[in-house]
């Protein structure tokens, strides 16, 4: 496929003009798309239209999407209880991705630090994140000020935790990937092919024990997953537990 029939066939699929042409077959970019930072990925084996679909995030979406599920009665479920989500809260997200469950902790009031060792998710991130500061509603804003971003390791910030003094330092991490039996979101596929290698639930607590001894770490796991020694508490939805951790 020549680069010129790709990039009208990109075009096609997003149904966009693309401003500059990141990408030929296998190759990964950057690019702006009406204003925000998008991260094209394309799957070396298989061209197919969903692998042109770039990557980008949108506090500004998650905010609305949970004024829907709010406004429908929606239970916001056990992250809620396992974080004791509030207006006073801080917590320290230590595996930030799409900033999904950030954007649920601003939403709920919580002061949040962010971290995020993958470059291209954190270049997105930040975007998103100065998308939010300017946006045009004032409590968009509002909860974007209560956030703060690093590119860093979670294990390897411990001045940074420190300092920010955390309630809760929670972790969703990508574990082994797993065969599951629903098709993961978009961001959770592309991250799967991109991110480095995931630890296994053994290394993870390891590293716990040695990086955040003395915090309150809450731990996202399937419930299939055995809980193991360091768990203290557990609140669990229909697929998804909570682990409170203390190392
Ligand atoms: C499953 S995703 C997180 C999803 C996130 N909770 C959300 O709502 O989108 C895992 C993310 O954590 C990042 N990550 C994994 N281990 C990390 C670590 N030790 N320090 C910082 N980030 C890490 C990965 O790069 C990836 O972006």
């Not at 506090?59 to 479920?77: A, D, N, Y």
């Not at 935790?161 to 959770?188: C, G, N, T």
Request: charged content about 30%; glycine content about 6%; hydrophobic content about 40%.
């Amino acid at each position: 496929m020549s680069e010129q029939v790709f990039l009208q066939h990109l075009e096609e699929v997003l149904d966009q003009k693309i401003e500059r042409a990141p990408l030929a077959k296998g190759q990964t970019g950057f690019a702006f798309f009406n204003g925000a930072l998008q991260y094209f990925f394309v799957d070396k084996e298989s061209l197919t239209a969903s692998s042109y679909r770039p990557l980008s995030f949108d506090f500004g979406s998650m905010f609305e999407i949970l004024e829907q599920q709010k406004r429908k009665g929606l239970s916001p479920g056990p992250l809620l209880k396992a974080l004791k989500l509030s207006k006073k809260v801080k917590i320290v997200d230590g595996t930030c991705g799409s900033g999904e469950d950030t954007a649920f902790f601003l939403f709920h009031g919580a002061k949040v630090l962010a971290l995020e060792r993958d470059p291209r998710v954190f270049a997105l991130l930040l975007d998103a994140h100065r998308r939010a500061r300017e946006d045009s509603q004032a409590l968009v804003r509002e909860r974007a000020e209560r956030l703060e971003i690093i590119h860093a390791d979670v294990f390897n910030s411990s001045c940074a935790i420190e300092k920010f003094a955390p309630d809760f330092v929670y972790l969703d991490p990508m574990w082994e990937f797993e065969q599951r039996k629903a098709l993961p979101r978009k961001e959770m596929k592309i991250f799967a092919q991109i991110l480095q290698r995931p630890l296994s639930q053994e290394e993870f607590l390891q590293e716990i024990k040695r990086h955040l001894v003395g915090y309150k770490v809450v731990l996202k796991r399937s419930r299939k997953h055995p809980k193991g020694p360091l768990v203290n508490a557990s609140y669990a939805g229909k697929t998804t537990r909570y682990d409170l951790v203390l190392a």
